[in-house]
């Protein structure tokens, strides 16, 4: 991957976390429905994308193990 091509993705992850970060902020003001409505339906698409995003960018994930009982020894 060139230093082209990561630079702009490195650019759409920015991008979609600072519109993640708006419409958060505009969640705690006051809306109508249909405008809540319309903030949390581009939340969430944001977040979906900003996903598939580092999942590309950043392909190993750090975190606890997805079956934590998985290391339960016979005594326990």
Same mark, same amino acid.
């Given at each position: 991957?060139? $230093?082209?091509? !990561?630079?702009? /993705?490195? #650019? +759409?992850?920015? #991008? &979609? #976390?600072? *519109?993640?970060?708006?419409?958060? +902020?505009?969640? /705690? $003001?006051? %809306?109508? @429905?249909? @405008?809540?409505? =319309? !903030?949390?339906? &581009? %939340?969430?698409?944001? @977040?979906?994308?900003?996903? @598939?995003?580092?999942?590309?960018? =950043? ?7 997805? *079956?934590?009982?998985? =290391? ?5």
């Amino acid at each position: 991957m060139s $230093t082209m091509m !990561v630079d702009e /993705k490195l #650019a +759409r992850i920015r #991008a &979609r #976390a600072s *519109n993640i970060r708006r419409y958060r +902020r505009l969640l /705690k $003001t006051e %809306l109508t @429905e249909l @405008e809540r409505s =319309f !903030v949390l339906k &581009r %939340l969430s698409e944001e @977040e979906r994308v900003l996903e @598939e995003l580092t999942g590309e960018m =950043f392909p190993l994930t750090i975190g606890p193990p997805r *079956n934590e009982g998985a =290391f339960q020894t016979a005594s326990s």
